[in-house]
């Protein structure tokens, strides 16, 4: 299985009319957050696969449709009184929250990044604590049902002490590196940290996990089936 990687940047190599002959063999599109829905959109209809994101904490005009802030700054718990949140938008799927399986593969999606100024999609380690736990049932059942609870787990920031910086605004979350010793998912990818050198570390490894910098755009080739 080949996977389209987004977060961050609007690629000139993606957002281009060769787009669908660059990118013709990817069975899936992932994003990271911090992109514009206008984008996501636009790779939507260009290679009419499934685009699966998370919000960052930029580009978040659209994050309303998705969600509603409730009490204790835990956005993923309160819905609209009798509307059901929105999942689907510019043919693109939100996962923030939820654990998804598609084509095979199983999903988990955090978004957000760790709180520095009390802005829109920032959390504690506490607060993403609880939105982990309320994932719990779905991780166990995919456990039981397929023999693994998770694949992927699509993230906008990245675990404490890895790919993250020491500011403020990009340090890691400490709970991601519990997530991943319990869970043992093959792959993290992220974003939120940009890449300007070409030859800054993209890759890292903790426990069992693959853990990615997706900034831009990055191909992931993994021994799935598309299904």
């Known amino acids: 299985m080949k996977i389209l990687c987004v977060a961050d940047h609007v690629d000139p190599l993606v957002y281009s009319a060769a787009v669908k002959e660059r990118f013709a063999d990817v069975d899936l599109v992932l994003s990271a957050g911090d992109l514009p829905m206008e984008y ?14 998370v919000f960052g904490n930029h580009h978040l005009k659209h994050l309303s449709r998705f969600r509603k802030w409730g009490i204790a700054d835990d956005p993923e718990r309160y819905e609209i009184k009798n509307a059901p949140l929105l999942r689907n938008y510019f043919g693109s799927t939100y996962i923030g929250g939820r654990v998804v399986r598609r084509k095979g593969v199983i999903l988990a999606g955090l978004g957000g990044c760790r709180r520095y100024n009390k802005g829109a999609n920032q959390f504690t380690e506490f607060q993403m604590l609880r939105r982990i736990i309320l994932m719990l049932p779905a ?21 404490f002490g890895i790919n993250d ?13 519990w997530f991943l010793r319990t869970f043992r998912p093959k792959y993290q990818l992220h974003g939120h940290v940009h890449l300007y050198d070409l030859n800054a570390q993209r890759i890292s490894h903790y426990e069992q996990t693959t853990i990615i ?12 089936d598309p299904q």
Do not use: M
Request: hydrophobic share 45%; aromatic share 14%.
């Open 165 to 177: 910086r020491s500011d403020p605004t990009h340090i890691g979350f400490r709970v991601f590196l």
């Open 213 to 224: 910098n997706v900034y831009d755009h990055y191909i992931l080739e993994t021994d799935a």
């Open 139 to 159: 991780l166990v059942w995919h456990r039981i049902f397929h023999g693994r609870a998770l694949d992927i787990l699509l993230t906008h920031a990245s675990p």
């Open 40 to 53: 996501l959109g636009f790779i939507s209809a260009s290679l009419n696969k499934p685009v699966l994101f």
